[in-house]
């Protein structure tokens, strides 16, 4: 029988003054085993640590069982200070009398009554403890990043920075993300691409950084320290290594009608592209869904223009396998689709646009060359009516909704564009009305707020409390807005030219797919969850995964910097190592009882369980060969679903096993 | 009972969803026929302001349009606290929102007989 330990934490008054922590203390030395037990303000102090070290070296205890927080909170605390007083960090039990006992309980007698008994329960459990030693795994010296927006750029360049290997995987031909499609950012109106075209630059010519574009992650398997990817290097039908990105062949296609997403289809592309001036790499692709040659094999037009023999009609998708020791995903975000808000007319008039939109008919190398001008008028841009005088800007499209089409969070990012647009159009502009209808503008950040003010203050834009409640296509092509005016307790009909919608952001389809590769978990809106909201935030709960942007939470452009810099910096801290140590509490499958099912082989999230042929001896003395299952203590992450499904009770968790369970169930039952 | 949780009893209706964002106003297509707004109904039904809403013809100019309840980006609905309040005058003892005499003064081509003769069902004691 061990010689136990228990030490009840008061936390504060968190838990003693829902706990009689005395009570629970002098209960638990009439367990059996129990030969120590007392209680203290603050375990996880200095002096609590110091406390549980001298009890066990008084009293030669050998297991502790701590009555305080989450095992989540403070488990690995306590195991160190019991590891240095020279047990077994695995003969530690938590006993979690403060989440599961007084934060949810307001009596102080049921209280205590369920400290008690969950204190029982972990002496009964430390009863079966037995020493447990974690194994080493080596970890793979590469860092690969999905996603290559300004998120992942700047993960890979500071990983790059450390010394370590880097490969970005981006689905779109070109690196640079939806920061390449921004015209000035707030709240220093510099210009976006003169800030990131040299980021794209840098990353390119990085000789640690590998740019996987026009790529996805087909297939991630494996562990913290070594995991393995699939990527899938999507046909370009361009052989990226002859290609000079000279642009003849963009300018030869005679398929012009492809819709060009970089403008958001306000224009159109050849089938044959380069996505703009600036892209990383800057080669071609073709558009296998408009291209005719690859469609009915009839045209080579690009094939006969391009002087560098790079048109392979014939090209394939290629897999590439690589090793990695670090995941990041930084896989960005898009605007919502607003269709489902019929009040605003974006799909009844070309003149209703999202402020992405307004971005591109703002932007130099956009539809228009950077003039403002109302979409509906882009083919006839000479006309007088093409400037719009009066531009109303809706903002909460979508966001903060409990309605079903939107999104029920802030978007965060929209208050700051919206004041930048309406600065901007004022300011080039000084003969047009802007209204901006808003329902709070929330600026913190730094000169967030004075830049909203100067809107107002210094460029007259209309700022409105009340939200548009209808935007109605009038026969002249003008559009009436509806909308209430709060402060004034009015309802106002503006004749507007123009209305931008400053649209919900949500994050990017494939971060879905992306978190069940990664096995990373996902809120419900499919934002990453970070592994502790206040304390680890670029981490994901899985281990060896990595969040940067927007993936994790809306985000502007600093703080998806900041955030960014701040998964790289974990990731130099995992991969800076040569070994990790492993979570000892892996499963263990007793071989006489296997009867070689392969239950456990199918549960098994990450493959850790094979089977294999060996040679047992049976009752009679005779050889015999059976199927036995084996595990891989590197790759089991002891989620115990093994254990469960093994009909003979065969597995084992190592430090939850069934005698253990079984022996808390009866520890509460009694 | 008290009258603003009888209202919000009628109209099922959680009026602290409200963001204050008057769109059910910006969205009202008889906001210039009331003197209170869809939005000024649950701001004022939620402090407990009910009396001017009962006494106010507001509460008829609502055209049960619906349109509010469809926009509201909350999923506040003030279409139905609208019709709570309506019910809760009704419900007033004692008072005849329509006096026989009266009838006369709204006859015209127009109005179906069968009109009138419901509301003087409906709302005279």
């Not at chain 2, 349009?65 to 007033?92: M, N, S």
Request: hydrophobic fraction near 35%; charged fraction near 25%; glycine fraction near 6%.
């Amino acid at each position: 029988m061990h010689r136990i330990g228990v030490f009840v934490c008061h936390c504060g008054t968190n838990i003693a003054a829902t706990v009689d922590v005395k009570a629970v203390a002098e209960a638990m030395k009439q367990e059996p085993g129990v030969v120590f037990s007392v209680e203290y303000q603050y375990m996880c102090s200095e002096g609590g640590q110091t406390m549980i070290q001298e009890a066990i070296n008084e009293h030669k205890l050998t297991g502790v069982v701590v009555c305080s927080c989450s095992p989540r909170m403070h488990e690995a605390t306590f195991r160190k200070a019991a590891s240095k007083a020279g047990i077994n960090p695995y003969m530690v039990e938590i006993a979690n009398i403060r989440e599961q006992c007084s934060w949810i309980h307001k009596d102080i007698m049921t209280a205590t009554e369920k400290a008690v008994i969950l204190a029982r329960t972990a002496v009964a459990k430390v009863q079966l403890n037995a020493p447990l030693v974690a194994g080493e795994s080596p970890v793979t010296k590469r860092a690969l990043v999905i996603g290559g927006g300004i998120a992942g750029m700047q993960t890979a360049l500071d990983i790059a920075e450390a010394g370590f290997e880097v490969d970005i995987v981006e689905k779109q031909p070109t690196i640079g993300g939806k920061m390449t499609q921004i015209d000035k950012t707030f709240p220093t109106l510099d210009c976006a691409s003169c800030i990131l075209t040299p980021k794209m630059v840098d990353c390119a010519q990085n000789e640690k950084i590998h740019i996987y574009a026009y790529s996805e992650v087909d297939e991630i398997n494996g562990f913290v320290g070594n995991f393995t990817a699939k990527i899938r290097k999507k046909a370009r039908y361009v052989d990226t290594t002859k290609c000079t990105g000279c642009g003849v062949c963009t300018e030869k296609c005679p398929q012009k009608k492809v819709p060009n997403e970089f403008n958001l289809g306000l224009d159109t592309r050849r089938a044959i592209y380069i996505p703009f001036a600036q892209a990383v790499p800057k080669v071609a692709t073709i558009d296998a869904d408009y291209c005719t040659m690859l469609k009915s094999g009839k045209c080579g037009v690009c094939s006969k223009v391009c002087t560098a023999g790079a048109i392979d009609y014939k090209q394939q998708d290629e897999i590439i396998e690589q090793q990695y020791g670090a995941i990041v995903a930084a896989t960005g975000y898009n605007p919502i689709k607003i269709d489902n808000y019929d009040e605003f007319a974006y799909s009844q008039s070309k003149d209703v646009i999202t402020s992405l939109e307004l971005e591109r008919l703002m932007n130099a190398a956009g539809p228009s060359s950077g003039t403002l001008i109302r979409p509906s008028y882009l083919d006839r841009q000479d006309d007088h009516k093409a400037h719009p005088k009066t531009i109303v800007f809706v903002q909460c499209v979508g966001s903060r909704s409990d309605d079903g089409c939107g999104k029920p969070y802030c978007s965060k990012i929209c208050c700051m564009y919206t004041a930048k647009h309406a600065m901007l159009i004022r300011e080039k502009y000084p003969d047009t009305d802007v209204y901006v209808f808003y329902i709070d503008v929330r600026t913190p950040g730094k000169l967030f707020d004075e830049f909203y003010r100067r809107a107002v203050e210094q460029y007259g834009v209309h700022y409105i409390k009340g939200m548009v409640g209808k935007v109605a296509p009038q026969p002249d092509g003008t559009l009436d807005v509806q909308a209430s005016d709060l402060i004034a307790n009015k309802q106002l009909h503006i004749n507007a030219d123009l209305v931008v919608l400053a649209t919900a952001i949500e994050p990017d389809k494939t971060a879905r797919s992306v978190a069940t590769m990664l096995r990373a978990s996902m809120d419900t809106n499919d934002f990453f969850t970070e592994a502790h909201a206040k304390l680890r935030p670029v981490e994901s709960p899985t281990a060896g995964v990595f969040l940067s942007g927007v993936c994790q939470g809306p985000k502007d452009i600093p703080e998806t910097v900041s955030q960014a810099s701040a998964a790289a910096a974990k990731v130099i801290g995992l991969l800076a190592k040569d070994k990790l140590t492993g979570n000892p509490c892996v499963a263990q499958p007793n071989e006489l009882m296997c009867n070689g099912c392969s239950s456990c082989e199918k549960v098994c999230p990450y493959g850790a369980i094979t089977y294999s042929d060996k040679e047992f001896m049976q009752y009679d003395r005779s050889m015999a060969v059976r199927r036995v299952a084996s595990v891989n203590e590197a790759v089991c992450q002891g989620c115990g679903a093994c254990t469960v499904a093994c009909p003979s009770g065969a597995m084992d968790l190592k430090g939850f096993s069934n005698k253990q369970i079984m022996a808390e169930v009866d520890a509460i039952c009694k | 009972m008290d009258r603003k949780e009888e209202i919000l009893r009628i109209s099922g209706v959680n009026v602290r969803k409200c963001m204050r964002c008057g769109k059910c106003s910006g969205t009202c297509p008889s906001y210039d026929e009331m003197e209170f707004h869809p939005h000024q109904f649950v701001y004022m039904v939620e402090s407990g302001d009910i009396e001017p809403l009962l006494n106010s013809d507001s509460l008829y100019k609502c055209l049960s349009c619906f349109a509010c309840v469809e926009r509201c980006p909350r999923g506040v609905e003030p279409a139905k606290v609208v019709e709570a309040v309506r019910l809760a005058a009704v419900r007033q003892k004692g008072n005849n929102h329509l006096k026989a005499e009266n009838v006369p003064e709204l006859l015209d081509d127009e109005t179906p007989q069968q009109l009138l003769v419901s509301a003087f069902r409906k709302f005279t004691k």
